[in-house]
């Protein structure tokens, strides 16, 4: 039974991450047939992430209240039909209108999901099944990219991709019975901590008692950094290619998949890496390796550069995002994993709307800049993290 809930959840995560690398495959095709600014996908983005935000923080009352299954099943079939809603848009308010519950049911899932993981399982668990939301992210590219070439349009993509999160929505509201049943039991988390989630109920934590933890903010900030970087690259990564190598729309589209098979694969490789490195030393790699893509990145006009500049980003980026979250409950403890972990997604998706900020850059002409955008980010991240291993420099092993 136990076997079938964590297939379940591997599912989840192929779901939560095919909707995330739609947008910015689609883009200059949507902005062109909407006729609007290319910068416009900046407000779609600001939207989804300013719902994603709200969600999060809603997540410790919501999931205490409701349990993790039944929020990640409606979250998910409420993302399922923000996406098909997308599908039969004509106009870009209708975009704009839809991405109100594409981000409240993201940020419920994405909340949900990433604490129920690093209270149940182990850290290479963890790089897992953010690998699973990497083949969601990268399988959405090929799906965009097969409706553009084929002639269909942008509109079947989306609605190839609605239709996928449906059926894994009936999936999960089938398993509740394991949900629920799990949820009730005592257990251990990945440290060693006995817990009773039944008892938990009901507790949650106020969002100010959360910044009030030692190390949280830093950790915080860190996470929005990390953020600003991937989503920048997710969003622009299409576009960039097209403004910096000359690539055809279908090409460019094909391409930007290559940032998430790099991440991928890299989360894949993370899960044994686990075994013996703990995720302090997994995040100082990546963001080594994610140095070394910017650099990359910013060559100029290297076709073959680029595209491993891409790859390499995202091999970069594999281990930092599932290692501060499976460290959350051994850091700050199983009864407030839930409520940080709520503010860390939240912090996440504030830091994804650098990416819309970027846009506007790019109505000025600054697409060719955006190397040095993610290296800003990627210098704060580095001290961000650093900030935090001071600051909690007595927590046990398995902190940041």
């Not at 070439?149 to 989306?158: A, E, I, L, R, V």
């Not at 999160?165 to 509201?173: D, E, H, K, N």
């Not at 938990?200 to 600003?228: M, Q, S």
């Not at 109505?363 to 991240?381: D, K």
Request: aromatic fraction near 12%.
């Amino acid at each position: 039974m136990f076997g079938l809930l964590v297939a379940i959840i591997y599912l989840s995560f192929v779901s939560l991450g095919l909707p995330d690398s739609l947008l910015g495959s689609a883009w200059p095709v949507m902005s062109g047939q909407f006729g609007v600014p290319d910068g416009f996908a900046s407000i779609v983005s600001v939207i989804i992430g300013l719902g994603t935000v709200f969600s999060s923080l809603m997540s410790d009352r919501l999931t205490k209240r409701f349990g993790a299954g039944f929020v990640t099943a409606v979250s998910t079939a409420m993302t399922a039909a923000a996406l098909f809603l997308f599908s039969i848009s004509t106009r870009f308010w209708m975009l704009a209108l839809f991405a109100i519950p594409y981000g409240l049911g993201a940020g419920g899932v994405d909340a949900a999901l990433n604490n129920y993981v690093a209270l149940h399982f182990k850290s290479r668990h963890m790089s897992w099944l953010h690998c699973m939301w990497g083949v969601g992210a990268s399988v959405s590219p090929f799906i965009m990219s097969y409706a553009l070439s084929g002639g269909t349009g942008w509109n079947q993509g989306y609605f190839i991709v609605a239709i996928i999160q449906i059926v894994l929505s009936v999936c999960i509201f089938i398993s509740l019975p394991l949900w629920k049943k799990f949820e009730s039991s005592v257990y251990k988390t990945p440290s060693g901590e006995v817990c009773d989630e039944k008892q938990e109920k009901g507790k949650a934590l106020p969002l100010k008692e959360v910044f009030k933890i030692r190390g949280a903010a830093t950790c915080f900030l860190c996470f929005f950094c990390y953020c600003a970087l991937e989503q920048t690259a997710m969003l622009w990564a299409s576009s960039y290619m097209i403004a910096h190598n000359a690539f055809s729309e279908e090409v460019a589209a094909m391409f930007a998949s290559l940032f998430f098979i790099g991440m991928t694969l890299g989360r894949g490789l993370n899960g044994f890496l686990t075994f013996k490195f703990s995720d302090r030393t997994l995040i100082r790699c990546g963001c080594t390796i994610i140095t070394a893509g910017v650099v990359l990145i910013a060559i100029p006009a290297v076709d073959a550069l680029t595209v491993a500049g891409f790859i390499i980003l995202g091999l970069g980026c594999a281990p930092v995002y599932p290692s501060i979250i499976h460290s959350t409950p051994s850091l700050f403890g199983a009864d407030k994993s839930q409520a940080v972990i709520g503010v860390q997604m939240a912090f996440a998706y504030i830091g994804g709307l650098a990416s819309p900020l970027f846009g506007v850059l790019v109505n000025y002409g600054a697409l060719t800049f955006m190397p040095l955008y993610l290296g800003v980010f990627l210098i704060l991240m580095i001290v961000m993290h650093e900030l935090t291993v001071k600051l909690t420099a007595a927590k046990p092993v398995g902190s940041l």
